[in-house]
């Protein structure tokens, strides 16, 4: 596996796991969730557009709405 191959791996695992963190105390206003969501479409677009970046960034927001939910969101 090439250095770039293990980039496109490695960066949207990062960089949602660095999203998860950001968000774990949110509530789900409408402007976290926004920024959720353009975070992560930059993400997804920076990761190649790949199939596992998608289902990794799509498994880290599925948690954060869940937390989101979780501290008081609707």
């Known amino acids: ?5 293990l980039r496109k791996i490695y960066y ?5 796991w660095k999203m ?4 774990a105390d949110s ?3 409408p ?6 969501q353009e975070q992560a ?3 997804f677009e920076k990761s190649g557009k790949t199939i596992f970046a998608k289902e ?4 880290a927001v599925n948690e954060i709405d869940r937390i989101m ?6």
């Open 31 to 36: 402007v976290e969730c926004f920024k959720v």
């Open 20 to 23: 998860m963190i950001e968000y």
């Open 12 to 16: 949207p695992i990062a960089e949602s």
């Open 41 to 43: 479409k930059d993400i």
């Open 1 to 5: 596996m090439t250095d770039n191959e």
């Open 27 to 29: 509530t789900g206003t």
């Open 56 to 59: 990794i960034i799509s498994a």
């Open 69 to 74: 939910r979780e501290n008081g969101g609707d």
